[in-house]
């Protein structure tokens, strides 16, 4: 990383300790291809990670200091540094800004004409979402060398996503030379959905942002979004062609780096005892049938309501596939601590079971739903499927839309959303939807499992091609490129 030390901040941390039945702690790795990317960086610079503690034992371990972690194999290592933060001030930061106000703004989730409503409550937790990205920035002003420190200001901060979108401003009056770069791994509100927050948060959520050199997001639309909300933000010149923004005194690079997945990581995986069970348990209850398949968290942006409606309407118009489909609708809990989730989730399973009672013919449904955190049966699945759902309202990303087309081994068709932000880069290759659009949506599966098969052939090779060309380790490089860029403009 050509003597470049990286310090990356997220709110999550690409590792967790616990103990185990025995009373040794162990560490509990995150997956995917991200965390390998940035733990690379990490191993390569001998640089941290900077998280906040979310097991009893990283909050103990908080208190001794950073903790020597083992990067990717024959990489070396790198540092964790957990942040134990005062859990109600935590809790406010978490839940009641950054899920309940940031997720849904940025998602276009909200049901305006009975929520948002912003009171007393929010302005608290504003404060408490302000101290933790306080705390958080000044804790990466704390590394040693630093900006203008003993390394010369070669950090290169790399913070994460809306958790901590004030924390670049909050570093940058701490270090006024640092160079940091901040990407969402959401979309971003376009300036009239913004404009729903109260004016001081706006402004201040943009500033915030504002205090990086390189804004990075996952998708084209995101960044002009981006640069648009920008305009809301009083002294800020935005220069949409170039993709920069004036303020501050400062000129801010704006990035669209599409994050990748690890094929390597994926294909060991699928290879594993387990997935093969999976695999073998799942052949057992399609029997002949054609497979559509979505893998998602139980997350209000993921559509999965509009997924089973889609379904129930394909079966409806089309007779002659009745008994010859089903759909697996393999689903990872989350936030079902929120009760909007939970009466979501309780939706989408009455339409599921909606499905089965209506369409339901022998000993096998039409639809499984299944909901738990299985990785191995979701990579299984990936392996078997004919036509892979992919339709959320908004998205990042939607790294399924990668993982699935890489592992599938039946010429599957993708039907991909419009609003996702893996369309960009995959969108030619697949079968375009609305999201919205329920007739269209059970229109595209009808058209995806007609297609002949050297056409569902040739678009599977089209996205193993990009799914090649955006590898994790190329959304770290081109990001600390651009800031390397925007720091010799200065």
Request: glycine share 10%.
């Amino acid at each position: 990383m050509d003597g470049r030390h990286v310090i990356v901040a997220s709110n999550r941390g690409p590792v967790s300790f616990e103990r185990d039945d025995a009373g040794r702690v162990v560490a509990r790795r995150g997956a995917g291809g991200l965390v390998t990317a940035l733990t690379g960086a990490l191993s390569a610079t001998g640089g941290r990670w900077i998280a906040a503690a979310m097991s009893e034992e990283d909050r103990r371990l908080a208190g001794t200091g950073p903790v020597e972690v083992e990067g990717p194999a024959g990489s070396g290592s790198y540092r964790v540094r957990f942040l134990a933060l005062e859990p109600r001030a935590y809790e406010a930061y978490y839940q009641g800004i950054s899920n309940r106000v940031l997720w849904f703004l940025n998602h276009y989730l909200w049901d305006t004409a009975r929520l948002p409503s912003f009171d007393a409550g929010t302005a608290g937790a504003w404060l408490a979402y302000r101290q933790v990205n306080e705390s958080f920035a000044a804790t990466l002003a704390e590394e040693p060398g630093g900006a203008g420190g003993g390394w010369g200001g070669t950090h290169a901060y790399l913070v994460q996503d809306y958790h901590l979108a004030l924390a670049p401003a909050a570093l940058r009056r701490l270090r006024p030379d640092a160079r940091i770069a901040h990407f969402w791994h959401t979309p971003f509100a376009g300036p009239d959905y913004l404009a729903i927050l109260p004016r001081e948060l706006r402004e201040e959520l943009l500033a915030g942002t504002l205090g990086a050199d390189v804004v990075g997001f996952q998708a084209p639309g995101w960044a002009r979004q981006f640069l648009a909300a920008c305009r809301l933000l009083p002294g800020a010149s935005v220069d949409a062609r170039r993709r920069r923004v004036r303020f501050g005194g400062r000129e801010v690079s704006v990035g669209v780096y599409p994050v990748g997945v690890d094929t390597a990581g994926l294909d060991a995986l699928a290879a594993s005892e387990e997935a093969a069970a999976a695999g073998r348990a799942l052949e057992a209850w399609l029997g002949d049938r054609r497979l559509v398949l979505r893998a998602d968290r139980t997350e209000l942006s993921k559509n999965v309501l509009r997924g089973f409606l889609a379904f129930e309407a394909l079966l409806a118009n089309r007779p002659d596939l009745r008994g010859r489909v089903a759909m697996l609708a393999m689903l990872n809990p989350s936030r079902l601590d929120l009760p909007e989730y939970r009466a979501y989730l309780d939706d989408c399973l009455a339409a599921a079971a909606r499905v089965d009672e209506r369409f339901g013919e022998g000993p096998d449904d039409p639809v499984r739903v299944v909901i738990a955190d299985d990785y191995p049966a979701t990579l299984a699945a990936h392996a078997r499927y004919d036509v892979l759902l992919v339709n959320p309202t908004f998205d990042g990303m939607n790294l399924v839309a990668k993982e699935g087309p890489w592992l599938n081994r039946r010429d599957g068709a993708l039907v991909l959303s419009e609003n996702a932000g893996a369309f960009s880069e995959l969108g030619r290759h697949a079968v375009r939807v609305s999201p919205f659009d329920v007739e269209g949506t059970a229109a595209a599966m009808a058209a995806a499992l007609d297609m002949p098969v050297a056409e569902r052939r040739r678009r599977l090779r089209g996205l193993r091609r990009a799914v090649l060309a955006s590898p994790p380790e190329r959304w770290v490089r081109r990001q600390l490129g651009d800031l390397d860029a925007a720091n010799a403009a200065r």
